[in-house]
């Protein structure tokens, strides 16, 4: 399966617009008689080579594009079981806290009460 990513690089290399407006005109001046067929060939040939050359150029790009997608992809997915089972620890160790904190909160409330009556 390829990307959505290389066929677009691929779409713009292929269908290059600047070539296809020079072949059009190629074909029209060999219609009229203004140069050979044989120029249209060359156009061709040449326009191929030159494909060829930045499709070749492309694919050691879009490898390491892939390969570091990948192993970004395996980072997280080996770091998201273990996120999964450390939030779980961290939400418990949490959970105990927060109770102990509430019975120190309670026990600091009543010993504030017991100040403020011995105050007054």
């Known amino acids: 399966m390829v990307s959505k990513n290389l066929q677009n690089m691929l779409e713009k290399i292929i269908f290059d617009e600047i070539y296809l407006f020079e072949l059009k005109n190629t074909i029209n001046k060999v219609a009229i008689g ?62 105990e806290k927060n109770k102990f904190l509430e019975e120190i909160g309670i026990r600091v409330n009543g010993i504030y009460k017991k100040l403020e009556l011995e105050v007054l």
């Open 34 to 95: 203004q140069i050979s067929p044989k120029s249209v060939r060359k156009l061709i040939i040449e326009h191929k080579t030159h494909l060829f050359e930045k499709i070749l150029g492309l694919f050691p790009y879009y490898l390491k594009y892939i390969s570091n997608n990948r192993s970004l992809e395996q980072f997280t997915g080996e770091s998201m079981e273990k996120n999964v089972k450390n939030n779980t620890e961290l939400v418990k160790e949490l959970e």
